[in-house]
């Protein structure tokens, strides 16, 4: 059966989101009737990855506790509450490569942002969200330009002042200007007739490719 659905072009199983699933009332392999044209197939039913009511209570348990850890950074009298075992495992936390933890702490967000922001929520759609956009569709860009403007901004407050009003300063001149530069990205490949989050095709050298220009 999978090789027959394969060759009409579906799917062997059918992922649906964990909200629309409990608004359907459908369990986990349970079998529902797709179509695909005049084509008429049952297939098993299936949440999306990581949407079980279990990996959501994990991922929202996981970052309270991240949330519990990071206010004893900066509330020393709460230190005392962490158990001696416990620093021992998780510290020290590597901010310069990959730590386990880190990487725990994003899938965490992943999943509680998936089961409950909407795909279409009117917010994501209004102008309030449109700089955080269009930086995600530039991330690479952005993300380099932010290990720059972090030099930058902690230079600025060496040198002038470290004040609080000066952390605010440099950190809101800092966001307007990767803003700017992810519209002025996207700007240029719209421009191009290339779509905002598509990276450009270089055309091959005729010489290294053996040819003649």
Known sequence: MRWLLLIVGLPA???????AADRLGLRDGEIVLVKSGDVHVELPVYRQPGQ???TV??????????VVISLTWYVPGLGQ???HWLEEVIYPIDK???DVLRFAHFLAMAVVTVKF??????????????PAIV????????????????FAAHFAMV???GAFWMQLLVSAVGIVIMVAAAWLIRWYKVAEGRSPGSRSMKTPDADLAGGEA
């Open 96 to 98: 310069v490569n990959l």
């Open 117 to 130: 922001v909407p795909r279409d929520w009117p917010f994501l759609k209004s102008r309030w969200a449109w």
């Open 52 to 54: 079980s009511p279990v």
């Open 159 to 161: 040198e002038v002042s």
């Open 57 to 66: 209570s994990i991922a929202i348990a996981y970052l309270l506790f991240a």
């Open 81 to 83: 509450y962490v158990p």
């Open 135 to 150: 930086c995600g569709q530039h991330s690479l860009e952005i993300f380099c330009l932010g290990v720059f403007l972090s």
């Open 13 to 19: 199983a059918d992922a649906i989101a964990s909200s």
